[in-house]
């Protein structure tokens, strides 16, 4: 049984930083691709930024210079590195992937992540 865990949100105040980790297993395919999206309440999922894995990055722009995607494809997991947070990325953060001959990708549970003073 495939499954995503999230890791690494919390309370942040403004202009801190915050690194979430998110590790897939329970599939006996390789990881494909791995993203992280964000819903805040009353507003649809988003995509805050993905990566392939031949490690080509896409970013939404409300992110550019500040949050940083990476892998590590023998742990299965992707991190996003948040600097210069924002009270407007306060969301749930969660962690997706697809895998290599499986047609449907995974998503994790989430982590609350809350940019405050």
């Known amino acids: 049984q495939v499954q995503l865990v999230e890791s690494g949100g919390g309370l942040v105040q403004p202009g801190g930083s915050l690194r979430l980790s998110c590790v897939a297993s329970g599939s006996s395919f390789s990881v494909n691709d791995m993203g992280w999206y964000r819903q805040a309440p009353g507003l649809q999922r988003e995509l805050v930024a993905d990566?392939?894995?031949?490690?080509?990055?896409n970013y939404a722009d409300f992110v550019k210079g500040r949050f940083t995607i990476s892998r590590d494809n023998a742990k299965s997991t992707v991190y996003l590195q948040m600097n210069s947070l924002k009270p407007k990325d306060t969301a749930v953060y969660y962690c997706?992937?697809?895998?290599?001959?499986?047609?449907?990708?995974?998503w994790g549970h989430g982590t609350q992540v809350t940019v405050s003073s």
């Open positions: 997706y992937a697809d895998f290599i001959g499986v047609a449907r990708g995974f």
């Open positions: 990566i392939t894995l031949g490690v080509i990055t």
